[in-house]
């Protein structure tokens, strides 16, 4: 079973970037797809990014040409680039490893959420 810690999230003004990190414990990374979510406060959880073991990816249309996700199977550790921060992306942002890429977007494996790190975009 694979176990995810995210890190870093923090304050960052609008236009700003952040890039976040998470890294699996467990075997067989390479070989899972990768996904990050967010959670806004009074909102649902929401799809951001996946990515395929074999490197394919799919985002939400509202991060698409601001957000990159990739990962280094050497680390175990999964990114996303966040650039041209915006108010509206200020959540919990959520790594998941393991599940399955859908037509535009990721079915989760609900045995392998991390704690959450929380970005936060200011005016």
């Known amino acids: 079973q694979v176990q995810p810690v995210e890190s870093g999230g923090g304050l960052v003004q609008a236009g700003g970037s952040l890039r976040l990190s998470c890294v699996a414990s467990g075997r067989g990374f390479s070989r899972n797809a990768v996904g990050w979510f967010r959670r806004a406060p009074g909102k649902e959880r929401e799809f951001v990014a996946a990515m395929a073991w074999t490197g394919g990816t799919t985002y939400r249309d509202s991060v698409k040409g601001r957000f990159t996700i990739s990962r280094d199977n050497n680390k175990n550790t999964v990114y996303l680039q966040m650039n041209d921060l915006k108010i509206e992306d200020t959540a919990a942002y959520y790594c998941?490893?393991?599940?399955?890429?859908?037509?535009?977007?990721?079915?989760?494996?609900?045995?392998?959420w991390g704690q959450g790190t929380q970005v936060t975009v200011s005016s």
């Open positions: 998941n490893v393991g599940g399955g890429l859908v037509s535009g977007g990721y079915y989760p494996n609900s045995r392998s």
